[in-house]
């Protein structure tokens, strides 16, 4: 009677439908999953975010001063600005190379350590140009502006989770296994 009534005669489409229904009920499961374990460990909002890295005096400038002091700095700091983003840039391509490199079939050993070189020397380039650009906003904060970043930093220090390789350099701590 039912395959009359919808004539569905044979089972083909309505499988079809199902497998896709089946499939689109899972991926928005995971999507609430994700969702929800980032909710759960309190990992979303920018306030989340920024407690996992690294307190720098550019984040501090960015995040609490005033736009129109962020824009005096960044007049006053604009050399080093512009030195810093064509390193960034390499750095970001040598990281793709890198990664191009690691999933490459068939692997080339070769080809991944030269890349892997790049990527160190790229990164170290990238470190010494943030760092200049660091002291430099750094020596044009007020006494006050300094004394905000030396509290700010601190708070932000005690919101980041530790990183397990801290924990290898105390007496007694084993690697994790």
Request: include cysteine.
């Amino acid at each position: 009677m039912t395959a009359v009534v919808t004539d569905m005669r044979n089972g083909r489409l309505f499988g079809c439908v199902m497998q896709f229904l089946v499939g689109s009920l899972a991926l928005k499961v995971s999507v609430l999953g994700v969702v929800g374990s980032l909710l759960w460990r309190g990992g979303l909002g920018a306030e989340a975010m920024r407690g996992r890295v690294v307190p720098s005096v550019l984040a501090y400038a960015a995040m609490t001063l005033p736009p129109e002091r962020i824009s005096q700095l960044e007049e006053q700091t604009k050399e080093e600005r512009q030195t810093v983003r064509p390193v960034r840039r390499a750095l970001v391509e040598a990281r793709e190379e890198w990664a191009k490199a690691l999933s490459a079939e068939p692997f080339d050993r070769e080809g991944f350590l030269a890349a892997q070189a790049r990527l160190v020397e790229a990164d170290a380039k990238s470190r010494k140009a943030a760092f200049k650009l660091h002291v430099a906003i750094g020596l044009h904060l007020t006494p006050e502006e300094r004394r905000g970043f030396a509290s700010w930093r601190q708070q932000q220090r005690q919101r980041r989770p530790p990183n397990p390789l801290d924990e290898l350099g105390k007496p007694g701590a084993e690697p994790p296994r």
